[in-house]
């Protein structure tokens, strides 16, 4: 069956991911080789302490990553060590003498991701990252090829599975959330540093990556607007119960119009308020989901587990079988293409519905006087609802609005106003809406 | 932008999807140029009657289709017009003078898809049909690409919106399926003749593709097991709601381990008990969903509406767009791997858990004569249950059986069987069960 010469590939990190890669290149090697055509050969594979691989055999094991990855006899580096620096660095050097990239790495490529693609293009190498978002969920290459003859209007996904954990967590059990952060780092679905995760980071990186192939345009880690969900309450998942909405963290890419009629590309990552019936609600625990519309094609969605060693495992070496047939076929597969070049804008060009919620006095006139400070601001409301106290302590009562779609910044001007009122104690939750209210 | 030379199209059909696909090669031309590198030029459209086409510019359409598909000068054939003859000599001709074929003739590529993909992989053309299957929604290059490096084990849909809007109709109104199908040709749901669809014929084209793909092994039509819908009965729906299921047609292709340790496959359709915490279990109306469980990626799903003129287009621009890049750089997408050449199984190789009501006599010893028969025959019973008469008429009570797993054709001896007992009126419903009941 393997007709062409092997195709040498050098691994960097047995982590996770890297042990599970090591392992299936070995046990189903034969596999490989037919559906290639040709067998791919570990040749290396890079490790900060040797003595804590054992299942790697030891003469394949090495410390001197930079010596890996500069040798001329490697066809393609399969990265998973993450981080920046310097792996950046690792990875120009692979793919500027012609080496192709399998890589998971989220971060680098939302930083510098570019100079990563126009090294690759410039040495006609396969520059290939579908374990980077979602796991093993097939994203990128649907994005880029299946979807290549559509134009993809919005991507709306949960791709952060640690966050989708805690909230899920507090949602079911109504648990606040320092205890449901605990929980997840208690079972394994936290880092002791879970910064990167519940302040947005690795979600943005992943918005970046995704409206970039969505919109052939080039979007970075820095065009993307970022919010966590270290300030989601249980005050506030209970107001979503009430109107039938569950909170998720989304990765949002949007294409907008500006006022001129010129195109331009949103990508933020924040909690939003979603009503049950949305496919992206029911997406529980560590699960991620993305949920693609496209002019033509309408909504589709794709579903799996985002994260682990072995589904991460599966997309790389999807990736890796790609390039063992491109080598063979004496080519590349299709380029980056940033074509559209489109602007990217910042949250202050995007509208959207907002749930808040206000502590009030329970008297005559807040009503209007609320109402009012939203006239003033030209920002319309939807619904107004008037309930119970739900945060406890002192008399009052609370008010609860739904706006229509209104501009970001005038949104947070309008709250702040509303703050300064004097009939209004505080303001219990501010949260973005999407999707159609029951 | 556009650097290379145009990428000729000629397009067979100008129906519900021919007219779209049209229409945005035309509107959408500048975008698809930027994507390729290249200009996509349609130069002719085959159709029977150039009048009914007004949208089309009347010196592009012809009726001599032949003569359109022979031209040397076009460089890619979509094939929109569908059926086996005289389209199969079509696309072998336009393949053998080196053309590419784009195509979503699920039929024709079941039937002869080995003869389509020898014919483009021996003049070096590309053949793709990501609109065969599932309308819009990324299947076959996921399958193909993003999971070839993973084993896949089993991949189950609902791939014909036509069933799943007749079988969600009876389950959310309790109508009949006549009635259903009634309403469904009503709202165009169903066409005239509405066998392919009820039948199972075009759910088991589309089996046969995915097995095909997701295996690396060559399956046709005829190796797919096929039960239609035309069966199913209020009193089946009413019986799975109450195990807390629904009734799904489904298309389900699975990698078998025979007695000696060798590998498998089998492909089949029939309607299945699906319990409604399942993801496909919520996929209602026209949309079509998928199911894919493989060793490392673990369960995925993708989803999205299954048919329609704009979804399908899309699918089949993707793919044109995807053969523009590939003749751009020289060369072509990944062929079809059959390289697992794994046999396929007919229904007597499949265990199945079966759900089975029967009108029995209402009186002692009935339960144990038919726990007899199902002991008798080999047949292990996970639950059984009595309860009121559901289907009317005569003295009795029924009596409701769920097996665990057991061979096809052992479980149709045992219904035969038990037909015969002194104590059974009727066996009133046969239903295979997939998934974890509560």
């Known amino acids: 069956m393997s007709r062409g010469p092997a195709l040498r590939v050098a691994l960097l990190g047995a982590g996770v991911v890297g042990s599970q890669v090591a392992r299936l290149l070995t046990e189903n090697g034969d596999e490989f080789a037919a559906r290639i055509g040709a067998p791919l050969e570990l040749v290396g594979v890079a490790v900060r302490r040797p003595a804590r691989h054992p299942e790697v055999p030891a003469h394949l094991l090495t410390t001197d990553v930079a010596g890996l990855v500069a040798r001329d006899d490697v066809d393609v580096v399969v990265e998973v060590i993450g981080g920046i620096d310097p792996t950046r660095e690792l990875l120009l050097t692979a793919l500027r003498r012609g080496a192709s ?7 680098l490529l939302a930083e510098h991701g570019p100079e990563l693609y126009e090294a690759a293009d ?41 966050t989708n954990f805690i909230l899920s967590a507090m949602t079911a059990d109504g648990v606040g959330y320092a205890e449901a952060l605990a929980e997840a780092t208690r079972l394994g679905f936290a880092e002791a540093d879970p910064t990167a995760d519940v302040d947005g980071f690795d979600a943005a990186a992943k918005a970046a990556i995704l409206a970039s192939i969505a919109f052939h345009t080039r979007v970075g880690a820095s065009d993307v607007y970022r919010e ?32 001129d009629g010129g195109e331009a590309v949103s990508a933020r990552v924040h909690p939003v308020m979603l009503p049950d019936a949305h496919p992206l609600a029911g997406v529980d625990g560590a699960y991620n989901a993305v949920y693609v519309e496209a002019e ?130 505080r303001v219990t939750s501010v949260m973005r809406v999407m999707g159609d209210l029951r």
Chains 1, 2 share one sequence.
Do not use: W
């Open 228 to 259: 966590g969900i270290a300030e989601v309450s249980a005050a506030d998942i209970r107001a979503a119960r009430r109107i039938g909405c569950t909170i998720k963290l989304l990765a949002i890419c949007e294409r907008l119009t500006d006022d």
């Open 101 to 107: 990239v399998v890589t998971a790495n989220k971060a």
């Open 296 to 425: 033509s094609a309408g909504r589709l969605m794709f579903y799996g587990p985002g994260a682990g060693g072995a589904p991460t495992a599966s997309a790389v070496l999807g990736d890796l079988v790609a390039v063992g047939r491109n080598r063979l076929a004496g080519g590349r597969g299709p380029r980056e293409s940033a074509a559209a070049d489109l602007p990217a804008r910042s949250m202050e060009s995007v509208s959207s519905r907002f749930h808040i919620s206000l502590d009030v006095d329970d008297r005559s006139g807040v009503l209007a006087a609320v109402a009012g400070a939203f006239a003033e601001a030209g920002v319309s409301i939807s619904t107004v609802r008037q309930e119970g106290r739900d945060t406890g302590g002192g008399e009052g009562a609370a008010l609860v609005v739904v706006t229509h779609a209104a501009p970001d910044t005038v949104l947070s001007d309008t709250v702040a106003r509303l703050s300064e009122l004097e009939y209004v104690h």
């Open 122 to 162: 410039a040495a006609g190498a396969d520059l290939y990252f579908e374990a980077a978002v979602a796991g093993a969920i097939p994203l990128i290459r649907p994005l880029r090829e299946s979807l290549a003859g559509d134009r993809i209007t919005r991507v709306m996904g949960i791709v952060n599975g640690t």
